[in-house]
């Protein structure tokens, strides 16, 4: 489409001085299993949660301000942030209080809901081909159980990242379930009732709040 973007990766070193900073990338070098997102993890004990949403903090929002801090010397008192909220996601813009820089919602502004999208990609030569409900994180912690259960049930291996997570650091993403668990129960017969497309389109489906 013409647009020059700039691919940032989160990076972090314990080598020696340990650094965090942000790694620039393309479309041939951009990791493509989750490894920024385990160098994130392995750089402490923790795991992220609904209530401790580190791998936005650091991952997104970090990366961005570390990367213009490395090449511009500017901080994010100094810049202005455009996000994509649609118009129709009243959840996600209306309460967003960013207190470190300024925002924009130019799709907000416009008016494009969720149709007008739609119909954009349906008209561009290519697909992604990636389930609006799925999103960009298969098995983000946040998502609803119902569309967790449907994406492991249509791709097992996806599960497999979380589950070792898990594994690794003793504890879960979730309070009361852990990825294991989640990966039999998408996998047992007398679970296929559980999932349906109405409860992962809408329903319990929770929507993303990554940038907030």
Known sequence: MGVPITWLEFEYSAHGNPK???KVVDRETASLDGEPFSALLDSGSWLPSMTA?????ELKVATIDRHLWQTRKLTRHQTRKLIGF????PA????AV????EVGYPMVEARVTRE????FWQSQPFDLGIASERGNCDCCYLKARPNLLATIRDEPERAQWWIEAERRRGRTFQIGESFAQLRDAALAPDDAGEISAGDVDGGEALPCFCTD
């Open 98 to 101: 960013y207190q470190a820089c």
């Open 86 to 89: 649609r118009f129709d996601e």
């Open 20 to 22: 965090t900073r942000a």
């Open 53 to 57: 949403r580190i791998c936005t903090a």
């Open 92 to 95: 996600r813009w209306r309460p």
């Open 116 to 119: 007008d999208v739609a119909a």
